[in-house]
């Protein structure tokens, strides 16, 4: 089974997809670089992998070429979203940040397409919803999971011996996971009434969904 993770920079996916790659008999492709489309591959066992929005390689891209069995949509509070993604050097690349929650907004307004959608603030918060609905897929994930006891290098060695030729043709990186298990101490940054009205411009769907969710 090959698994496909697709969220926003700075969404928390890179954790929601180390947390499917926990499994000890699977492979974990954490972060392809925004630079970079998922490769094509055969992979000889269940093979999970997360990209991210960008103007430069569309979903439909991503998946042409990986050719996943499932995919999950990770979604955060954009007004969290854009003020961590804002400080990352790489908020502008692959496009500029307005443009990638504009296209936000669209994917998801057309969220159905995905087989599950995941929110961060549930996976965080540990909701046991999320791992039933990723095991609901054929993905079977353990409580354990959010624990991270299967390391960076772990998963890059088993990529390694399995599928070497892949370090010929992208950069392996493992994008911005801090900590050692799932943290909710990146959730509910400060409002800022400015930004509100930005985002307003750019992702109005996703942020009234989360306007309603939140109660504010």
Known sequence: M???VYGMQSSGATAFTLFLAQRPDCLGLVDIPNSHAAPRVDPPMDMVAKAVVTT???LAVHIER???DKTILLLRDP???YQSLKTKPYGNLSGPIDEKFRLMDQIFAERAQFDAVVEYEDFVARDPAVPARVSALGWPVEDSFHGFARRHDA?????WRHMPDLFQ???IVFGNVQGREVSERFRDKPRDAALDAH???LCPCLLAHYRARRGA
Not at 155 to 159: E, K, S, Y
């Open 169 to 171: 043709r992208m950069e």
């Open 56 to 58: 430069t390689f569309p």
């Open 199 to 201: 985002l307003e411009t």
């Open 66 to 68: 990986f050719q996943p």
């Open 155 to 159: 998963i890059i060695g088993d990529l």
């Open 79 to 81: 007004r969290d979203n």
């Open 2 to 4: 090959k698994l496909l």
